[in-house]
């Protein structure tokens, strides 16, 4: 299909300001064109987003949901994407109250109230326990590192440091998080994401990758708040790292036009 010649809706959602351009490809209409969607996640040229999101018909499920990063390539499971998919299909009218979904890493199931969405991540995956970091897949490949005085640590450059460290690129990338500890039940977290390739307000993955990291590390028990630049989540989960939870708010921003 030409790009140049499509027309459509596209509808704006954010997830503590992880922001997402979402379009209902249920017709299957919607030209998936990397350089197409990398014009329309870009801030200045196009509508400007984190990422893009396509919900997509399923057979057996709710609904599809298939993510691309800002980059327009398609990406692993994007947590927060997740929680705003499934505000999006609410909103649709696919589902009432409780809904089950595939994406790229599997089966999620999610209920949606007014004030937030409970998404169920998928299973962890690699966990290793490092002296100076930890590193787990949680949907998407995670590295988590404690600082101190966050608000104030250069995420951007140290996060790129080690997201392209030869070590990294050879294992095919990962995500980057820097967490400082605020209390026994609350964490902060700031994270460089691949695909972005620069920090976000919020990513969801990563989140849940750091709650279970400070439950290893430091035995903070479920549920873990967590703090991010975007505004606050929840992460919930059984000992043996099953049944996690992400929650937290998913809210459209605008509709327009293609």
Avoid at 15 to 32: E, L
Avoid at 130 to 138: A, K, L, V
Avoid at 165 to 189: L, M, P
């Amino acid at each position: 299909m030409n790009t140049e010649n499509y027309t459509g809706t596209f509808y704006k959602y954010q997830g503590t300001g992880n922001d997402f351009v979402m379009i209902d490809n249920r017709n299957g209409q919607f030209p998936v064109n990397q350089p197409f969607i990398e014009h329309l996640c870009d801030r200045r040229f196009g509508i400007g987003a984190d990422g893009l999101i396509l919900l997509q018909n399923d057979p057996d499920y709710d609904f599809r949901m298939v993510y691309f990063n800002a980059d327009g390539r398609e990406g692993s499971m994007c947590g927060n994407g997740g929680r705003c998919t499934v505000r999006f299909a609410e909103d649709l009218g696919i589902f009432s109250h409780s809904t089950t979904f595939i994406a790229v890493d599997g089966e999620h199931k999610a209920t949606a109230s007014t004030e937030v969405i409970s998404l169920k991540m998928g299973e962890v995956h690699s966990i290793e326990r490092h002296e100076t970091y930890d590193f787990m897949n949680t949907g998407s490949p995670h590295y988590v590192q404690y600082v101190t005085d966050i608000k104030n640590f250069d995420v951007y450059n140290e996060g790129k440091h080690i997201r392209y460290a030869e070590e990294w690129v050879k294992r095919g990338g990962t995500n980057v998080n820097f967490v400082e500890v605020i209390d026994a039940e609350t964490i902060y977290v700031r994270t460089y994401e691949r695909g972005v390739e620069d920090e976000t307000y919020s990513c969801g993955t990563g989140v849940t990758a750091c709650a279970l990291s400070a439950s290893l590390r430091l035995n903070m028990q479920s549920p873990i708040k967590v703090i991010t630049k975007g505004g606050n989540l929840q992460v919930s989960f059984n000992e043996d790292f099953t049944e996690v939870y992400l929650v937290g708010p998913a809210n459209k921003v605008f509709t327009g036009n293609l």
